[in-house]
C-alpha cells in the first residue's frame, strides 16, 4: 500500500509562486505514471498535470499549460509541482495521486495541500 503526503501549500499572492512536493512511503512509485488535481471549494475534483514513469512524457490542462511544470525524483519516491504566475482562479486543494502501470486509473491518492491564492 503506497501512502501519498503532499506538502508546499499556503498563502500566496497572485503572480507568485509554489512548489508542492509529494512524497510517497511504503512503495516505490518508480514504475508509475503520477498525476495533480484539484479541487476549488463547491467544485468537482480537476486534472492538473500528469508525469509517466520518468518523467519523459507529460500533460497538462490547459488552464496551466505554459505556467506549472511537473517533475519526478525516482530517486526519492517524490513528485513536484512547480506552480508559477499564480492566479486567484488557482485556488484550491491539490492532490497527487499514484497511477496503475499500463491503465488509465489512478490507485492512491494524498490528502491533499491547500493552496490559496490572493488577489
Known amino acids: 500500500q503506497v501512502q501519498l503526503v503532499e506538502s508546499g501549500g499556503g498563502l500566496v499572492q497572485a503572480g507568485g509562486s509554489l512548489r508542492l512536493s509529494c512524497t510517497a512511503s511504503g512503495g516505490t512509485i518508480s514504475l508509475r505514471p503520477m498525476g495533480w488535481f484539484r479541487q476549488a471549494p463547491g467544485k468537482e475534483r480537476d486534472f492538473v498535470a500528469a508525469?509517466?514513469?520518468?518523467?519523459?512524457?507529460?500533460n497538462y490542462a490547459d488552464s496551466v499549460k505554459g505556467r506549472f511544470a511537473i517533475s519526478r525524483d525516482n530517486a526519492k519516491n517524490t513528485v513536484y509541482l512547480q506552480m508559477n504566475s499564480l492566479k486567484p482562479e488557482d485556488t484550491a486543494v491539490y492532490y497527487c495521486?499514484?497511477?496503475?502501470?499500463?491503465?488509465?486509473?489512478?490507485?492512491?491518492w494524498g490528502q491533499g495541500t491547500q493552496v490559496t491564492v490572493s488577489s
Open positions: 495521486a499514484a497511477g496503475r502501470v499500463g491503465a488509465n486509473k489512478y490507485d492512491f
Open positions: 508525469s509517466n514513469w520518468n518523467g519523459g512524457r507529460t
